[in-house]
T-cell receptor, first 110, second 115 residues
Framework: TQLLEQSPQFLSIQEGENLTVYCNSSSVFSSLQWYRQEPGEGPVLLVTVVTGGEVKKLKRLTFQFGDARKDSSLHITAAQPGDTGLYLCADDNYGQNFVFGPGTRLSVLP | GAVVSQHPSRVICKSGTSVKIECRSLDFQATTMFWYRQFPKQSLMLMATSNEGSKATYEQGVEKDKFLINHASLTLSTLTVTSAHPEDSSFYIC???????????FGQGTRLTVV
């Protein structure tokens, strides 16, 4: 059974700071997704990465997929209060089902 | 992006009653739908996977007789919590995919409170 770990579990920073959160898997990802979830809402997909070593950028967010396809990082530059939320990584397990990590709860203070 | 709609967004029911939650894909045909449960400050836990026209596959530890899932059409899946108890209170989220290898879209969730 695949196990996903995310770190840190909680992160509270000031607006304008940079941050990185991490996702590690006990096995190779089939494909890795990063989601952001706000309280009382469903998760919203940020990015999907498939190829080892892949780097994707989405405005102030940079996603990196490890060469061995077992780890990933999400870097946010100049964080804003609107970035506050629960960041989840997930593996869609070759289309069979989704396995989610425990999440990193980010709070960006104005 | 595609839209998945859940209804209701919030429901309060009495202990012992049943409650049905609907998940609809509004602009695509969902061959596969997933149901998740999320406790406060925790991640999503997969409850079951349902493919249109066939029985749902439940994750270990999820009671299929308590959480009835129906995926009768390509745009609708329902989750019925039968004989609900306060410990069933949770945030329930569905997601839908058009096919293997396609993106999954999530509903906005249903907050169930059993009193």
């Amino acid at each position: 059974t695949q196990l996903l770990e995310q770190s840190p579990q909680f992160l509270s920073i000031q607006e304008g700071e940079n941050l990185t959160v991490y996702c590690n898997s006990s096995s190779v990802f089939s494909s890795l997704q990063w989601y952001r979830q706000e309280p009382g809402e469903g998760p919203v997909l940020l990015v999907t990465v498939v190829t080892g070593g892949e780097v994707k950028k989405l405005k102030r967010l940079t996603f990196q997929f490890g060469d061995a396809r077992k780890d990933s990082s999400l870097h946010i530059t100049a964080a804003q209060p609107g970035d506050t939320g629960l960041y989840l990584c997930a593996d869609d397990n070759y289309g069979q089902n989704f396995v989610f990590g425990p999440g990193t709860r980010l709070s960006v203070l104005p | 992006g595609a839209v998945v709609s859940q209804h209701p967004s919030r429901v309060i029911c009495k202990s012992g009653t049943s409650v049905k939650i609907e998940c609809r894909s509004l602009d695509f045909q969902a061959t596969t739908m997933f149901w998740y449960r999320q406790f406060p400050k925790q991640s999503l836990m997969l409850m079951a996977t349902s493919n249109e026209g066939s029985k749902a596959t439940y994750e270990q530890g999820v009671e299929k007789d308590k959480f009835l899932i129906n995926h009768a059409s390509l745009t609708l899946s329902t989750l019925t919590v039968t004989s609900a108890h306060p410990e069933d209170s949770s945030f329930y989220i569905c997601s839908a995919k058009q096919g293997v290898g396609t993106e999954a879209f999530f509903g906005q969730g249903t907050r169930l409170t059993v009193v």
